[in-house]
Antibody, heavy 122, light 110 residues
């Protein structure tokens, strides 16, 4: 059974940093791209970014709203994906979901974690 | 950036058919994926590549995509289908490739 468990959320002041983790199980983690999607309170889904598998260079793509501030990385030996968030803004307040990206020519999300809440406030 | 537009809400009686649209410029040239999100829960993939269903998703869920509109159709609607639905595409057409979600549609079962 595929499982994705996010951790690391919490309350953080504007301008500070936070790192989220996504621990995966139930599949060969290294074979898949992994993505982060967020949802502000009462709002819709917003893609944050993803990291490709090592077979595809392990490269990353980011939404314009977070590019330069957020960094996605992965540790295939531990089956963990990370989201490093720097220079946080109040508008980054959201539930952050870790997702598995389906192995295909297109990038879509076949499994989701339950999410972790990040609140940016002074 | 690429924009996907959905109606904010759709209401449907039990047993009837709900159709949720997702509008985008020449969306028919892209692959569209759909997610269902029930209150307090994570989204679930219900349709991928326009019309394919993951295992465990009822046949009542179907999809189509042509021109400037993709459509998620829920036949014989049940109370348990009440949820928010989002379309999604991978837009690689610009210098800044990105995944894009639609604005979301709340389906209410009357």
């Amino acid at each position: 059974e595929v499982q994705l468990v996010e951790s690391g959320g919490g309350l953080v002041q504007p301008g500070r940093s936070l790192r989220l983790s996504c621990t995966a199980s139930g599949f060969t983690f290294g074979d898949y791209a992994m993505s982060w999607v967020r949802q502000a309170p009462g709002k819709g889904l917003e893609w944050v970014g993803f990291i490709r598998s090592k077979a595809y260079g392990g490269t990353t793509e980011y939404a314009a709203s977070v590019k330069g501030r957020f960094t996605i990385s992965r540790d295939d030996s531990k089956s963990i994906a990370y989201l490093q968030m720097n220079s946080l803004k109040t508008e980054d307040t959201a539930v952050y979901y870790c997702t598995r990206v389906s192995i295909s020519e297109d990038y879509y999300f076949d499994y989701w974690g339950q999410g972790t809440l990040v609140t940016v406030s002074s | 950036s690429y924009v996907l537009t959905q109606p904010p809400s759709v209401s449907v009686a039990p047993g009837k058919t709900a159709r949720i649209t997702c509008g985008g410029n020449n969306i028919g040239s892209k692959s569209v994926h759909w997610y269902q999100q029930k209150p307090g829960q994570a989204p679930v993939l219900v349709i991928y590549y326009d019309s394919d269903r993951p295992s465990g998703i009822p046949e009542r869920f179907s999809g189509s995509n042509s021109g400037n509109t993709a459509t998620l159709t829920i036949s014989r609607v049940e109370a348990g289908d009440e949820a928010d639905y989002y379309c999604q595409v991978w837009d690689s057409s610009s210098d800044h490739p990105e995944d894009v979600f639609g604005t979301g549609t709340k389906v209410t079962v009357l």
